[in-house]
């Protein structure tokens, strides 16, 4: 009994600090004599939760059985084989395996969440309460317009006045955009937008009978914590966060209509409108997001062209097998050698980084994972399924088509610690939920038992 407590404890307390950037830098990398981020050695304090809890689920497993893998499985491990195997294709091996590891972690907590006992509800609580923590810490930093070093946290002083930090720059100055514990805004805005579309499940009241979490109080929370996450995410300033909580919304939205819960819907998105147009009266200086006429923007978008032309020149390079994993910016140097080391960095687009470093067999591998969680959601029509899951599945897939948004426009699910964690929690959290939607005879009268 205490084993299983102790395996569930773990699980959660991992989501919950899972953007803690707390690390021990064993190897660090540098490219042109600059700190190499993407190529650096690091143990985080979030590895040794996560090992731990491995540990503790590999025991209560032994002693309650095990199940055999399933189709699934043997993709995941694929995918994370052809990484491993494109080491041999790598220019740096080095810097490649420190990739593969992060990207194995990843794969480990996908299949922590499907064997670990805790209820994946629990999981999506403390997913959701650890981005209303960093929206609150993110909200602290705008308007205090610095963001304090801290150690222990892992984060690195930031402040408007440091050139290469991320700030909205307006006709009225510049302004540092919130970052949480995170080491770049758009990353707090994926959290953010995920732990959104999340919430919104938690809400829909498809697990009323289940969870019982129709009590007025319950609401009243969930109802503050949309409103703390909403404005985390908008001053997080990350566009692409942004539109995929608008395309998440979308998708969810249609199954709610479905399911003839319109006036959840409208209230969500009355929430969401009002949050938006009340910041944008308080700080009209946001809308310069959208505007192409700020020299920041204009810099940006001219950037973004020129990578998709090096990454066909880079795809046709080894179109089958790749170049091997994290050898994108190493690729890069080579086809520009006088370019500084702020301006190599990988193609904001986790679909090209992927082809180019794998190659078109694990894309493939990739897509086909991908297609794998999403054909899941066929299964939740409110007239097949039995009510209780329905909700939570639909938005957890929705939280998915948002990081598959981000995934067009950053890099940083794929080349990240965070990332690659947050990318396979959402997968890991959307499969668990697929299963248990796929169980009958399903206990309504548990409640919050954990």
Known sequence: MHLKFLAKFSLILLVFLLPLEAR?????????????????GALYLIDILLFISVFLTILWKRRNGSEKPFFVYILIAGFGLMAFAGIGQAEDRRISLYAIMRL??????????????????????????????????????FFFQIVP???????????????????????????????????????????????????????????????????????????GGLIILIFGLFFSFSRSAWLALGVGILFGGIWMIAA???KILAGIIFTLVICAAVLILLFPESLSRFSQNQSLEILSVSERVREYDDAQIIVREKPFVGIGINQ??????????SFPAWKIHPIHNIYLLIL???????????????AWHLSSLKISSPAASPRGEPPLLIWSGSAIVSLLIIGLFDHYLWTLHFGVLLFWLILGVNHRLAGESNQKGIDNNQGFVL
């Open 24 to 40: 021990w830098i064993f190897d660090q990398a540098d490219l042109k004599g600059s700190p190499f981020e993407y190529g650096t």
């Open 104 to 141: 194995w972690e990843g794969l480990i907590l996908w299949w922590l969440i499907q064997n670990n006992p805790v209820r994946p509800v629990f999981l999506i609580m403390a997913f959701v309460g650890s981005a209303a923590v960093e929206a609150v810490w993110g909200i602290e930093q």
């Open 149 to 223: 070093a801290n150690k222990w946290l892992g984060e690195a002083f930031h402040s408007a006045s440091i050139l290469g930090d991320s700030v909205l720059q307006t006709s009225n100055g510049r302004f540092l955009r919130a970052y949480g514990t995170l080491p770049h805004p758009n990353m707090l805005g994926g959290m953010l937008s995920a732990a959104i579309l999340l919430l919104c499940g938690l809400f829909t009241g498809g697990t009323e009978q289940r969870y019982k979490i129709h009590d007025a109080r319950f609401k009243a929370i969930v109802w």
């Open 260 to 262: 003839k819960q319109k």
């Open 328 to 337: 994108y910016v190493k690729e890069l140097q080579n086809i520009y050698p």
């Open 356 to 370: 180019s470093e794998l190659g078109s067999i694990g894309f493939l591998i990739f897509i086909i994972i991908i």
